[in-house]
């Protein structure tokens, strides 16, 4: 996409997951580790050790570049599996336990999109490896899966392009954040409540 700003994989989790948290990294390179950001750093960096090799009948690679120009998307897989074919299998790896997150699936669908643009093969599964449980969940790539994952490359582009950081969610999402001190959801959400307050109450203007 020529002129388009070039989005990073990661960013398509960050953006699904929470905006804000998006915004922040990717526009004010702001980040804090916890104790969740720690292992997940861990996990990755323990594959990025790791070269290429043949395994059951399959080659498998760690670690590759990926890219999209029809999408404008560019990032790394951390393992892919290629079949006898020479389909790949694009597997993530995430540092807790098994479990349905959209976020990671999306994440997952705009590798298979890469791939399939870099090799013309088409992929219709993938794999989230989740390592405290050392489980792997299948995950179909749907045409569902795949528009939701265009519509999201579009609105991280949009955030990106607009550089303009968004408001906190200030719910669930925030507890196990690592950004939450920097991000301030609680607080700005009260701030946000008492000017609104004002407003009606000195300006009659309300919802």
């Known amino acids: 996409m020529e002129g388009e700003e070039l989005v990073p994989i990661s960013a398509l989790q960050h953006y699904a997951f929470c ?3 998006c915004g922040l990294i990717h526009l004010e390179q702001s980040f804090e580790e916890n104790a969740l950001t720690l292992r997940g750093r861990g996990v990755h960096q323990s594959i990025e050790r790791v070269d290429g090799c043949v395994r059951e009948g399959l080659r498998v ?3 590759l570049p990926l890219f999209s120009r029809a999408l404008g ?3 790394k897989a951390d393992v892919i599996e290629f079949l006898p074919d020479g389909t790949p299998v694009p597997i993530e790896f995430k540092h807790g336990r098994r479990a349905e997150r959209l976020p990671d699936q999306i994440q997952l669908t705009a590798q298979a999109l890469c791939l ?4 013309g093969k088409e992929v219709r599964e993938g794999a989230i490896f989740y390592f405290s449980s050392r489980r792997r969940k299948q995950v179909e ?3 569902e899966l795949r528009e939701l994952t265009k519509e999201t490359i579009r609105q ?6 607009s550089m303009r950081l968004p408001p906190p969610v200030n719910d669930s999402r925030c507890k196990n954040c690592s950004l939450i001190d920097i991000c301030q959801p609680s ?3 009260q701030g946000e409540r008492r000017q609104r307050l004002q407003d009606v109450l000195f300006h009659g203007e309300g919802p």
């Open 19 to 21: 905006p804000r948290q």
């Open 61 to 63: 690679e760690y670690g």
């Open 73 to 75: 998307v560019v990032g």
């Open 116 to 119: 399939e643009e870099m090799v």
């Open 141 to 143: 790539i749907t045409e």
């Open 156 to 161: 991280t582009r949009a955030l990106l392009m």
């Open 187 to 189: 607080i700005i959400a």
